[in-house]
C-alpha cells in the first residue's frame, strides 16, 4: 500500500541533501569540536560554518546561536535560565494559554516556586491580542513568552507587535518558532525576539537537534551542567554531525521557499474548501489567513478522533488530532479549549499538515477517503 504522510508538523522526513551533508561528520570527520588538533578543528570549523548559516537566515549574529538537542531543551532553557537568571529583578512572567508543553511545564515548574504568572487567552480563531499582554504586565514582569505559530491550529501570533510592547517595556521576550522555522521566513530583529527557539526535524533536518537564539547581551544560564561548550552556555560534546544537517536544512528551505509557500498553500486551502463543503457538521479551526501554509484543521460532530485517525491508517493515510505529544491523553487538547471549542467538539479533531512530499494525487486520495470514513464513524 503506498502510505500517505500527511502529518509533518509532528516531524518530517529528512531531506537526502540533509542526509548526504552529515555523513562525512559521522566518519572521517568524526572528530570533537573542542579538540585541539586537526580532527577537532575540522569538526569545529564544520560548527561554526552551521552556526553562520543559521544565523544568516535568522538575521542573527553566528555568536548569538547555542546548539540544542530540540526545541524541548530551548524552551526550557529560555524558560527556567531567563527567570532563575532574573529572579532578583522581577518574578512575573507573561505566557499565552495555547503554548507547547515544551513551555507550559517549566512556567508550572516556575509557578511552584514562587513566580506569578499571568496567562494570556486567545480568540476563537486562535491569536492573541497583543493589547491583553499591554495590560499584563507589571512592574515585576520579567519575561513574555508567545509563540510563532501554533502546532495544533497553525495559527501565527503578531509576534512583531508583541516584541515591540515587550522592547519598550524592557521586558525579555521568548518566541518558540518551532513550527514557523523553514516554512515562513524568521528575522528575529523583526519580530524583537531576545530568545527563540526551533528543531531540525520540523524542517526537513534530524531528530535531536534544534537551537536557541540568545540575542547579545541576553543573561541566559546554562542549563546543563558539566562542560564548557558553546560558549559556557551548553554543556555537552557538540552534535557536529547534527548541526551540520540543521544547517543544510535552513538551506534548502531558504532556497525552496517561496515555491513551497505557494504549492502548499493552494493544497491547503483545496483541503479546507473541500473539507468543508463535502462533509456536515464540520467545524474549520484557527485563522482563515494568519495561518501556517501547511496546516488544515477540523473537528468533526459526532466523530471520535482517535478512531477517525485509526481508520485513515487503514486506509494508508497518516494524520493526527493535534499535537502528537498528547495524542493519547484523556484531556482534550489546551488549545482547543482555548478556543472555545466543547470537549466533544475537541476529541473529534483531525490536523493534517503537508509538506515538500506532498502530491495533489496523494491529496485528491485523502479528500475521496474522509466523507465515506466520517459517515460509518457517525453511524
Ligand atoms: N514547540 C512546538 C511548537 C512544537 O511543535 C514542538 C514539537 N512538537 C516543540 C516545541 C518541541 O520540539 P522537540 O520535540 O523537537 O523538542
Redesign the pocket.
Known amino acids: 500500500m503506498h502510505r500517505i504522510y500527511l502529518d509533518y508538523a509532528a516531524t518530517t522526513p529528512a531531506d537526502p541533501e540533509v542526509i548526504k551533508a552529515m555523513e562525512s561528520y559521522f566518519f572521517e570527520k568524526f572528530g570533537n569540536a573542542t579538540s585541539p588538533h586537526t580532527f577537532g578543528r575540522e569538526a569545529s570549523k564544520a560548527l561554526e560554518n552551521a552556526r553562520e548559516t543559521l544565523a544568516h537566515f535568522l538575521g542573527a549574529k553566528s555568536e548569538e546561536i547555542i546548539f540544542t538537542s ?3 531543551e530551548s ?1 526550557n532553557q529560555a524558560i527556567i535560565g531567563l527567570a532563575y537568571h532574573l529572579k532578583g529583578k522581577g518574578n512575573h512572567i507573561i505566557v499565552s494559554k495555547i503554548e ?1 508543553h ?1 513551555v507550559l511545564e517549566p512556567i508550572e515548574f516556575l509557578a511552584k516556586q514562587g513566580f506569578k504568572i499571568t496567562y494570556i487567552n486567545v480568540d476563537k480563531t486562535g491569536l492573541v491580542d497583543p493589547h491583553d499582554i499591554k495590560k499584563a504586565i507589571i512592574n515585576q514582569t520579567i519575561l513574555i513568552s508567545v ?1 510563532y505559530a501554533n ?1 495544533e491550529i497553525g495559527a501565527i501570533q503578531p509576534v512583531a507587535e508583541i516584541g515591540k510592547i515587550a522592547k519598550e517595556r524592557k521586558i525579555l521576550f521568548h518566541v ?1 518558532a ?2 514557523m522555522t523553514g516554512h515562513l521566513p524568521v528575522n528575529v530583529n523583526e519580530i524583537g525576539a531576545d530568545v527563540l527557539s526551533l ?1 531540525a ?1 520540523k524542517f526537513y533536518g534530524p531528530k535531536g537537534v ?1 537551537a536557541l537564539y540568545v540575542r547579545k547581551g541576553t543573561p541566559v544560564d546554562s542549563y546543563l551542567m558539566g562542560g564548557d561548550q558553546e560558549k559556557g552556555r551548553r554543556a555537552s560534546t557538540q552534535n557536529v554531525a547534527g548541526a551540520v544537517g540543521l544547517a543544510q536544512a535552513i538551506e534548502l528551505c531558504r532556497e525552496k521557499m517561496s515555491q513551497e509557500i505557494e504549492v502548499q498553500t493552494k493544497l491547503r486551502n483545496k483541503i479546507i474548501n473541500e473539507v468543508t463543503k463535502r462533509i456536515d457538521g464540520v467545524t474549520f479551526n484557527g485563522h482563515p489567513t494568519k495561518r501556517l501554509p501547511n496546516n488544515a484543521h477540523f473537528s468533526f460532530d459526532k466523530v471520535q478522533g482517535e478512531t477517525l485517525l485509526t481508520s485513515l491508517d487503514m486506509m494508508g493515510i497518516a494524520a493526527s488530532m493535534g ?3 498528547t495524542s493519547g491523553a484523556m484531556e482534550p487538547s489546551h488549545v482547543l479549549r482555548a478556543i472555545g471549542l466543547s470537549d466533544d467538539l475537541a476529541f473529534g479533531s483531525l490536523r493534517i499538515t503537508i509538506g515538500r512530499w506532498t502530491t495533489s494525487e496523494e491529496v485528491d486520495y485523502f479528500l475521496e477517503q474522509l466523507p465515506g470514513i466520517v459517515k460509518r464513524l457517525r453511524i
Do not use: E, F, I
Request: with cysteine; hydrophobic share 25%.
Open positions: 530540540g526545541a524541548t524552551n507547547h515544551s509563540m502546532n518558540d518551532v513550527q528543531s526535524h534544534g499535537s502528537a505529544c
